[in-house]
Each structure stands twice: as C-alpha cells, then as structure tokens.
C-alpha cells in the first residue's frame, strides 16, 4: 500500500488538503511544521519533557501505564519466589543438624554452638543471611531488567495512549478512520470481547482438570468461536490482533536493542566519571530512536520513507536519543519514565516535523 504522507500529521493524505488534521481542535498544540533547522534541533531536545508533561497533565492516559507496570511485577515477583524456593531447598539440603558432628574440643564454644544448632538459632542465623543475601542480588539484577521487560511489554498500552493524544490533535484518531473495520461500532466490539472472555473465564474456574495449559487453551476458545460466527466482528478482532501484535513486537524490538545494550556497555561503568553517562547514552539512544516506530507503524510508513524522515532530521532525533540517553542512566526509575515519555514525545516530535519531502514528486507538466 503506497502511503502519502500529509506534511503535518503525517497520515495518508493523497490531497493537498488533510483530511484527518486539516479540522482540527481550536488550540490544538500541533500547529505548522517548524522550518529551521536551529527550531527543528530544539524540537528535538525538548520533545522527551514535552512527552512527560503531556502525560502528567493530560486526563485518561496514565492509566494505560499500569498494566505492563503490573505485569512486570507479577513477573519478577514470580521470578524472585521461585528462585528463592530453589536457594531454601539448597538451604535444606546442606543444613547439617547434628551436633556430634561438630570437631570442636569440650568447653564453652562447644557447648555454645550445640546449643545453637539444638535450638535452631544458628540456622534461622543463615537463612537471614542468606535472604538478605539473595534480595541484594536479586535488586542489583533486576536494576535494569526490570526496565527492559516492563519495555517489552508496553507496547500495544503506548499504542493506545497515542490514539488518545491525536483524537485530541487532530479530533479523530486517523489510524481507526483509515484503518479500523467500522462494521460494528467499537463499544459493540468491546462488550462482546469482554463477555466472551467472561464466559472463557467462568469455563476454567468450573473445569475441574490439574492441567494448567489446558485452562489457558480454552480460555479464549468462546471468543474465536465468537469471531468465526460474526463475520463482523471477526474482521475487526483480527484487525486488532495484527495492530496490536505489530506495536507488540516493535516494543520487543527496543527492549532487545536495550538489554544488549546492557550487556554489551555494562564495563563501561568501570570508567572513573564519565562511564554511567557513557552507558546511559549509548544504550538510552537506540531504545528511544526504536521507539518513533510505534507512530510511524501507525502511519503505515515503508521502511524507505522511515529511513527519510530520520535521514533527514538526523540531527533533531539525535538530540532527542540523547536527552532519553541521560535520563535511561538512572536505574529503574529512569527507563520506567523514560519510555513512555520519549514515546509519546516522539509522537509529537515527528508531528512537528515538515514531512513534505516525503510526499511523491509532483508530476511534470510536459505540456509547457
């Protein structure tokens, strides 16, 4: 599918005038692209605190923010659980609980130690230590992958926090006008969604079977009979699942550029001074430049006209990788600020761009 570009909200638009921006709100913050290259580097700098204000000021975004934050956490705690249950059994089977054992001459540290041993002081002793140990570990670990899988999985809640920033901009959200199967209107869809998972839901708790997987494979089985039976509907839950899936793998992909990254330049710590800024940088910038690929997914951009757009605001989108660079040197806290800001700020940062050049050439008048 060839897509022109409008220059301003940089959706299809074959025609001069816009269809989906040329209406837009009364103070709407998108206005003409900027021009200059002095205004477009500034752009650039300033797009990741745009990004975080326009998500600390803006009503009914935040809140698509829980759920990978949650899911994350259900994932580590998990993690930590088990691998903690794994150390307790270690734990259990090096414990030695016999205290003829003990090769210490007769005298009072003998008996201090049977003492210790026989009322179990000694072992709740190593078992605080070694937890305490464990938690020190598991923190230092999870300093950055935390950030990395909370990344992974934001992606389809950022999709949808951009469809919500541009029916603000633009008074619809382009991407549904163009793209969403209208058949059904969406709260239509939504209610039958989410009663058919309802039904899949009641079919799992009442299935008496120890099968786990067999629980999870018949849990959306109502749906996709659903989706089979109404043609309607099918066409628009296959059109969300493919939407969905593909700003899916576009955050996997950013949180696979991030944690090689973390491997890769983790030495460069070691460097007296500039080392974290070096490590923040480096593996900061591509994360947020991988993240412009959740609104040029949403235009429908090829790759060639990606590689245009940055091609041709090399050094605007470089300030705007390193500013997300040097707050992604802050652990856990900074990347969790970091993506969502430098998405939503990458939104805005590619609509404040002229995106003129890449709309096709004019025909030549060959009549003259």
Known sequence: MSITPCKTCGYDSPAEICPHCSERPEGSIIGDPEAGLAQRIGVGFA???????????????KRFLLPPLFLTSLAFSYLFYHAWVLLEEVLDAANLKDPSALNLEEGWIREAAIWLIETGTLAVAGYTA????????????????????????????????????ERR????????????????SVTRC?????????????????????????????????????????????????????????????????????????????????????????????????????????????????????IAFVRKNFLPVTAFGSICGLLFVIPVLGPLVMV?????????????????????????????
Do not use: N
Not at 130 to 158: D, H, I, M, N, Q
């Open 47 to 61: 797009a990741l605190p745009r990004g975080m204000g326009l998500l600390l000021v803006t009503g009914g975004v």
């Open 130 to 165: 070694s937890f305490l140990t464990f938690l020190l570990l598991f923190a230092l670990l999870s300093f950055y992958t935390f950030s990395v899988l909370y990344e992974a999985l934001a992606g389809p809640f950022l999709d949808e926090i951009h469809g919500r920033f």
């Open 169 to 184: 901009w633009f008074g619809a959200d382009p991407r549904d006008a163009i793209q969403r199967p209208d058949e059904l």
């Open 190 to 306: 939504v209610v039958i969604t989410t009663s058919q998972l309802l039904v899949g839901a009641l079919i799992v708790l009442l299935w008496d079977t120890p099968s786990t997987w067999l629980k999870l494979l018949v849990f959306p089985l109502p749906l996709l009979a659903t989706a089979l039976l109404h043609r309607s509907f099918g066409k628009w839950l296959t059109w969300v699942m493919r939407t969905e899936a593909g700003t899916l793998w576009v955050s996997v992909k950013a949180a696979l550029f991030a944690g090689l990254a973390l491997v890769l330049l983790s030495p460069l710590h070691f460097i007296p001074g500039i080392g974290s800024f070096l490590f923040g940088f480096l593996a900061g910038f591509p994360t947020a430049i991988t993240l412009l690929d959740i609104p040029f997914s949403r235009r429908q951009w090829s790759t060639s006209q990606r």
């Open 340 to 368: 969502p800001s430098a998405s939503v700020g990458g939104l805005w940062l590619i609509c404040r761009f002229d995106k003129s050049a890449l709309r096709p050439a004019p025909p030549v008048d060959t009549a003259a």
